[in-house]
DNA sequence: GTGAAAGCGCTAACAA
DNA sequence: TTGTTAGCGCTTTCAC
């Protein structure tokens, strides 16, 4: 890496002059600018991005705090979030936190240290439970701003951006209502988090305003098997015509289980889920989804982070929610 | 964020010996650094990373170059980065090329200004179709190691952690043949990398090795209707009874298809396809499949690298094989 | 039009 | 035992 000190020795002038050439200042003469440009291509000079952030006291990077990266929606948004950021200029440092509160504290702390001008973020799981927000109140009052996604902590004061949940699941039951489905199940693996809890308060609004449903919820935890659990449901209730999914691997299996029992999807049982287009692709007929538009809540929380960098002061914070769309595919009439 | 600075002013001390008391110098006496580190501890003190970074000429950043997150396989690598990374102190800076050369070359030549120590990278497929080296090879003559996975280039000089590919459908064909298949396909979303070329070849080898059974291949491009070549596929070939499939879609929907045609599996026709453990509770039965333990690839493509950055003089470069692994499940026989 | 010097926060060789 | 100083690479104010 060359540095402007190796530069200035060879052109014989002084550092400042180097500095002030490569930016255009016009205390330079166009002479002077001309040979340093040059040199400076020839050498391919870039200036040193440490030595910048030092001085400027600005990383131009981001953190970006996520829950599971083999989570497909999760992965989609930090896309978006890269994206973004690129676009205008910031890097991203990625950490995992694993659904561990005490991984996310310590990324928190360790990127905190200067490394980052902001966080970008959705809770880990053990977070939630335990309802643990002080990490999060003690970066924002180092300075260091933080947007939170999808899963959020509404007593946390900062910018948001969130999906419909509640809206999202409300509205696919009352579409398997209309459609005439009497036994209509809400299967979920991600109980214990906030936005599945929404969705299965969505869900169960819905049934309650037909007047005459009852809900049959599906709890599936994190150790259970996973299609076992779905296969023993269909065995006990032959009656089921319908499935909400609050995730896309309970929305998938159930379909295929579903077919495996014999039963023809949509004639028989109704099938939305929360999910993406290429899990649609993993079942026939196509599953209907519920899509988040990930990739947006990516641009959106980005762009908010960074207004935020350029803009410490402000103090109004405001909370973007993403409108859900639905996907119908053949697994609905 | 508190400075040495502002410890050394409240403490009537030099900045020297505030710094060498933090770092338990045995040059500061006792009570100077008690009463140094209460003050730090205090004010919850944490040495400025990016100082440190431009004094030491080192970052403990490490830049990962990755062709697409929404690739299972990809997002499991940098998961095994990530975690591999921050034991030794490492932060991961995450670029995605999105399969592009340019994108790829910008990342590299973003992070070449001192940003990072280091790259791991996954070559994108533009880069791959082009044979581009040129900017890998740049950029290990600047001074900044790389260590690639997956999609490789065998003529960049540099430490590589790749899969057995061929050996993988070689011995997952051989099985088929085994069970006494007669006409197996090979199906492949993913013809135009390396390792998509090196999964045909081992089919290959299988096929012809038999002396009696004919190559069937369907190579299906990223713009093509997936379910729907799968489905026309099985429509114009009734005597399909196996599959290898080179990527996880293929396999998910190609056993999905079957099922749909009215075809028993395993009875009738058997599925092996590289996947991982999620996308083999997608089908019923479940799929047989090729792991290509992506943690453990991230792991050792850390290390290396890790290792690379502390040793930079050592001239020899090592290409590590993660062998693979056939899970059997009920869509074999 | 050009250069010297200070300073961002830190460490370490050297001086006291 | 403590302090002074220089330097990592850069920008910018101020002097010449």
Redesign the interface.
């Given at each position: 890496?060359v540095t402007l000190k190796q530069l200035a020795k060879e052109l014989n002038v002084s550092i400042s002059t180097v500095s002030k050439a490569l930016n255009n200042s016009n205390e330079i003469g166009k002479e002077t600018v001309i040979r340093v440009k040059a040199l400076a291509k020839l050498y391919n000079y870039?200036?040193?991005?440490?030595?910048l952030?030092?001085k400027n006291n600005k990383?131009k990077?981001i953190g970006v705090i996520i829950p599971n990266?083999?989570n497909?929606f999760l992965?989609?948004v930090?896309?978006g979030i890269?994206?973004e950021a690129?676009k205008q200029g910031y890097?991203?440092?990625?950490?995992?936190s694993n659904e561990s509160l005490e991984k996310e504290k310590d990324s928190l702390?360790?990127?905190?240290?200067?490394?980052v001008d902001g966080f970008i973020l959705s809770i880990a799981e053990e977070s939630q439970v335990n309802n643990e927000i002080e990490h999060f109140k003690e970066t924002i009052a180092?300075?260091l701003p933080i947007v939170m996604f999808d899963r959020v902590a509404h007593d946390v004061l900062c910018d948001k951006v969130i999906v419909d949940d509640f809206e999202a699941t409300y509205k696919a039951t009352k579409i398997l209502i209309e459609e005439g489905r009497k036994h209509i199940v809400f299967i979920s693996n991600i109980n214990d988090i906030s936005v599945g809890k929404l969705r299965e308060r969505g869900y169960n609004k819905a049934i309650l305003e037909s007047g005459k449903l009852k809900p049959i919820v599906l709890e599936i935890k994190k150790k259970d098997d996973?299609?076992k659990k779905i296969n023993v449901l269909f065995k006990n209730n032959k009656t089921i015509d319908g499935v909400v999914a609050a995730d896309s691997?309970s929305g998938?299996?159930a379909l295929?289980?579903a077919?495996?029992f014999g039963l023809k999807v949509p004639k028989d049982v109704s099938v939305i889920a929360f999910a993406s287009k290429?899990d649609s692709?993993?079942?026939?007929p196509?599953l209907t989804t519920i899509r988040q538009h990930a990739k947006t809540i990516g641009t959106q929380a980005a762009e908010l982070l960074i207004n935020r960098i350029h803009n410490p002061k402000c103090v109004d914070f405001s909370t973007k929610i993403i409108k859900t769309s639905l996907i119908k595919n053949k697994s609905i009439l």
């Open positions: 890496m870039k200036p040193n991005k440490v030595a952030s030092l990383t990077t990266i083999l497909r992965a989609k930090l896309f890269e994206r690129n890097n991203i440092i990625t950490c995992i702390r360790l990127l905190a240290n200067g490394s180092k300075g996973h299609p691997s998938v299996i295929n289980t077919v495996n290429s692709k993993h079942t026939l196509k």
